[in-house]
């Protein structure tokens, strides 16, 4: 699967990165990870597990399926790495408010 975004301008200098709906799909199966509230605690309560996710998607972890996901994920603001090295490598990320927004309203927000 070719994973395609689109970078639109906005206003001078500000860019929006649009996800396709397969992306869109699989932020709204992580962001099912986050329990009610944890925008409030933030920190590990923001932790998503990718390949539990894609595995339940069909996407196998670590093909290019699934990082062409994870990046456009991460480039559109949505996802971010882990800040520790130990769960980075475990595909482990955190979803970010805007992530958290755009889950739930079912659609990218800029």
Known sequence: MEVRTAAILV??????????DRALHYLAALRDQVPPGAEQTGGDALNVYTGVVARELGIEPGSDEHDGLLNEL?????????PRTIFRSQRVYRITLKGIDAADRGEPRS
Request: charged fraction near 20%; charge should be negative.
């Open 74 to 82: 991460v480039s559109g603001g949505y996802l971010a790495p882990h």
């Open 11 to 20: 206003a001078q200098d500000v860019w929006r990165i649009d996800v396709d």
